[in-house]
């Protein structure tokens, strides 16, 4: 590597960390903001309501990590979450089979279709932003004909509820009642953190978002390894689908969308770039939290549902501001 390209490698870790650093100031501040504004804000039942919201974000933003990461998008998410969900409730409640049964076919039916808008951007070509729109689009509509526009329960399946609400840490510490589904976002976030700077699947992924065509000209299978990761970000979101839905219950076929504006959110606000190459999966987490801090601090203040939504776009336009001046400094 010359000495140019190592200073631009340096100047790029510089303002991955700086980033990172802001996010995780952000978070403190505003943890200190609201729990001075109120003393309902670091209640037990809060706290624990915060990370369960979280748990739910922060998967899909882990999917949405790394696509966006290859310098690539994906607007289904929140939509694929939802079929998965529905897929689970069909096999489970429509069919009867045994639980691992089902959570396979939710995981399964999020590859597929991970696997799908991956063939469509690899294969032919499509862009991402019109690929998983069209596959958003889709998977929305399915949803509603395989449900029959009607939510599925999940009450003959009692064990179900505890993928999201059981907690196995409580049962051992009892004063930790910490719910499964964060427990299962802390363990996706370490095995994907592991996968992404540890594995050639993750050394790929960065070099597909740094520049794809000297990639591919050094022999390495672009179309392969795309597919690949937009297929784990489906199994990823099958997942969220999973916990969403014992959270509730229910598989609802009409929750979902706009869930994948949240994710992307929590990304670039944890420093992962839109222009790809650059990101990280503590940082995610991180801008998750802000994402859930904020939006509960402005509940419990009262704060009405559609400022709620005026405050999470006016963040996503500051976020991509902030990702656009640092890809400048960093050049």
Not at 10 to 27: D, Y
Not at 253 to 265: V, W
Not at 288 to 294: D, P, Q, R
Request: with cysteine; hydrophobic share 55%.
């Amino acid at each position: 590597m010359t000495s140019a390209a190592m200073t631009q490698q340096n100047r790029k870790s510089r303002a991955g960390l700086q980033q990172k650093l802001l996010a995780f100031a952000s978070l403190i501040a505003l943890l200190v903001f609201f729990s001075l504004a109120s003393d309902k804000f670091l209640q037990m039942s809060n706290v624990i309501g915060i990370l369960q919201a979280t748990s739910v974000n922060g998967v899909l933003a882990v999917a949405a990590t790394l696509v966006i990461i290859t310098g690539g998008i994906d607007l289904s998410l929140g939509t694929l979450m939802t079929f998965c969900a529905v897929i689970a409730g069909v096999v489970l409640t429509y069919w009867g089979m045994p639980l691992p049964l089902g959570i396979l076919a939710a995981l399964g039916a999020g590859a597929f279709c991970g696997m799908i808008s991956g063939t469509l951007i690899a294969k032919m070509k499509i862009p991402p932003f019109i690929a998983t729109l069209g596959m958003m689009l889709i998977l929305k509509g399915m949803s509603l004909v395989i449900s029959g526009t009607k939510p599925i329960y999940f009450n003959d399946t009692p064990s179900f509820p505890e993928i999201s609400t059981g907690s196995l840490i409580g049962d051992i510490i009892p004063a930790l009642p910490l719910p499964n589904g964060v427990l299962i976002l802390f363990i996706l976030a370490l095995t994907v953190s592991f996968v992404l700077n540890r594995t050639v699947l993750g050394r790929y992924t960065f070099a597909l978002g740094s520049n794809e065509e000297a990639a591919r000209l050094s022999g390495v299978n672009t179309d392969f390894w795309k597919i690949t990761v937009y297929s784990l970000s489906g199994a990823i979101c099958g997942l969220a689908g999973l916990i969403i839905a014992s959270r509730l219950n229910s598989a609802q076929p009409a929750l979902g969308l706009g869930y994948e504006l949240d994710a992307i959110a929590a990304v670039v606000i944890g420093g992962t770039s839109l222009a790809g190459g650059r990101g990280s999966i503590l940082g995610t987490i991180i801008g998750a939290l802000i994402m859930s801090v904020l939006l509960n601090g402005l509940r419990i203040l009262s704060v009405a549902q559609e400022w709620q939504t005026v405050v999470t776009g006016l963040i996503i336009i500051v976020a991509v501001y902030a990702d656009m001046m640092r890809r400048a400094r960093s050049t």
